[in-house]
């Protein structure tokens, strides 16, 4: 049991001293993909977002880049050809959490003003008939069209509101773009880009 515990207290002590030269290798892009790092959190949520496997183009806008990186968001288009906008910041919202537990969902679209918020539970209840279940990021992607028809014509849900949280940073953030309007943003196809080439590099 000594020789395990002071094993564990080397492999504990090794990890300690490469986690800050590999936190600052992965932010200055020597890494590809990783999930930390400067870079971490926009990973977490290009990953996610690639794993739905319902992503046809993906592209990113608006990135604020600060000691932390902060608001970001991807520009997606879905197999099915709709374009939705994916807003996050990582200096407020656990992006892995909004990514595969949202709390609720803060929709916008063009067809009324502001955000409506629906639960996981509500969108779930109103696509029951056809099977579908919204409970992340992933089910929003792949049945995009059926969920446009709700969002479109169905109030949100009032029971999502939450006193404390005024800023929703717990909601997943969706919004249904007019393809015939410019929307002022300039976007880059990450699958030509590469780490080091991110924004403002």
Sequence with gaps: MRQTGKGLLKITLVLMALYPPAWIAASAGVFRDVEFGYYGEFNVALHAIQRSG?????????VNKDVWLEE??????????RV??????ASNMDVRQLCYYPVAF???????EGDRRYSPEMLSELLKEKGIKV?????????????????????GDAGVLREFDRYVWDYLRVEFMDESESDGWTYTDIREMDVVDWPGE
């Design 106 to 112: 803060s929709v916008r679209h063009p067809a009324y």
């Design 135 to 155: 409970r992340e990021l992933k089910d929003i992607l792949c049945n995009i069209d059926e969920l446009e028809q709700i969002i479109r014509t169905t109030q």
């Design 84 to 89: 939705v906008r994916l807003w996050f910041d």
């Design 54 to 62: 319902c992503a046809e183009i993906i592209e990113y806008s608006g």
């Design 72 to 81: 970001f968001h991807f520009k997606v288009t879905t197999k099915s050809g």
